[in-house]
Nanobody, 122 residues
Framework: VQLQASGGGLVQAGGSLRLSCAAS????????MGWFRQAPGKEREFVAG????????YYADSVKGRFAISRDNAKNTVHLQMNSLKPEDTAVYYCAASSFAWPNAHTEYAYWGQGTLVTVSS
């Protein structure tokens, strides 16, 4: 599966952004999907995940209550709605696909998009 992330940009603290990830190739609904982020000088970290059917979403504690992941299997897309953004959310955000049921480690994701930069100014 090929993944293409988009929607990043510059936003002020407290603002919102919606990231999108378009998938092509093998059956999108066969994969759990996730979003990761990597800030300069830091390791890539899990942000949010959603199961094959979209029935269950789960989040890193740092974004719980502010971010929401969703998917549309008919359109082969997954979204990350980011609200109440903070400067510490600044990072390159990656979407990824996994054959595992509840993946949250980056090693459990086999397919990655190219990343989209989110910058939150204070």
């Amino acid at each position: 599966v090929q993944l293409q992330a988009s929607g990043g940009g510059l936003v002020q603290a407290g603002g919102s952004l919606r990231l999108s990830c378009a998938a092509s190739g093998r059956t999108f609904s066969s994969y759990a999907m996730g979003w990761f982020r990597q800030a300069p000088g830091k390791e890539r970290e899990f942000v949010a995940g959603i199961t094959f059917s979209g029935g269950t979403a789960y989040y890193a504690d740092s974004v719980k209550g502010r971010f929401a992941i969703s998917r549309d299997n008919a359109k082969n897309t997954v979204h990350l709605q980011m609200n109440s953004l903070k400067p510490e959310d600044t990072a390159v955000y990656y979407c990824a696909a996994s054959s595992f049921a509840w993946p949250n480690a980056h090693t459990e994701y086999a397919y990655w998009g190219q990343g989209t930069l989110v910058t939150v100014s204070s």
